[in-house]
T-cell receptor, first 113, second 113 residues
Framework: GDSVTQMEGPVTLSEEAFLTINCTYTATGYPSLFWYVQYPGEGLQLLLKATKADDKGSNKGFEATYRKETTSFHLEKGSVQVSDSAVYFCALSDHGSGYALNFGKGTSLLVTP | NAGVTQTPKFQVLKTGQSMTLQCAQDMNHEYMSWYRQDPGMGLRLIHYSVGAGITDQGEVPNGYNVSRSTTEDFPLRLLSAAPSQTSVYFC????????????FGPGTRLTVT
């Protein structure tokens, strides 16, 4: 079945450092790919998405490109801030389960001043 | 437009008790789903629905029942609570019109003692 694998954390970075969180997927069809963020004590917020190969999703300085050839959707940000400290989830959806999401296990990011 | 609402926000149950977690959405979304979030496990799909009257099992359905009598509501029933069901539960809805982007409720934190 479909699955998502993302790098394990926690990841600790200094403010203004470059961020990469790796995400790879396996899927039989042509899924849509998502990054969600969960700030401490809160629910999930959509950070960005891509619905087809070579699409680039971007939001709040974060970017991720849907790479079909490497089945990847890595999250990047050029300069992280303390306020980016959160848990980041990579996810995919396809028609097989009513377009519900199949999540990775999450990567905790801590940005220090 | 309230989006996706969930009640209660917190709940403590004793082993063997039953209860219903409520979920409602006012966006006329056809798809709805329930997830549970456990530390280190990410979010896992419990049940989903592709429309009123249609439900199906996700990855971890045992111990839970759902029904979808209206487009708006998708309650999750715990038949006989067990400590293993201690978790945070999220409801979500989505629509073809939004490229199946999932809109999440604020979550219900359930503790079973």
């Amino acid at each position: 079945g479909d699955s998502v694998t993302q790098m394990e954390g926690p990841v600790t970075l200094s403010e203004e450092a470059f961020l990469t969180i790796n995400c790879t997927y396996t899927a039989t069809g042509y899924p849509s790919l998502f990054w969600y963020v969960q700030y401490p004590g809160e629910g999930l917020q959509l950070l960005l998405k891509a619905t087809k190969a070579d699409d680039k999703g971007s939001n709040k300085g974060f970017e991720a490109t849907y790479r079909k050839e490497t089945t990847s959707f890595h999250l990047e940000k050029g300069s992280v801030q303390v306020s980016d400290s959160a848990v980041y989830f990579c996810a995919l959806s396809d028609h097989g389960s009513g377009y519900a999401l199949n999540f990775g296990k999450g990567t905790s990011l801590l940005v220090t001043p | 437009n309230a989006g996706v609402t969930q009640t209660p926000k917190f709940q403590v149950l004793k082993t063997g008790q039953s209860m219903t977690l409520q979920c409602a959405q006012d966006m006329n979304h056809e798809y709805m789903s329930w997830y549970r979030q456990d530390p280190g496990m990410g979010l896992r799909l419990i049940h989903y629905s592709v429309g009123a009257g249609i439900t199906d099992q996700g990855e971890v359905p045992n111990g839970y029942n759902v029904s979808r009598s209206t487009t708006e509501d998708f309650p999750l029933r715990l038949l006989s609570a067990a400590p293993s069901q201690t978790s945070v539960y999220f409801c979500a809805s989505s629509s073809l019109a939004d490229s199946y982007e999932q809109y999440f409720g604020p979550g219900t934190r359930l503790t079973v003692t």
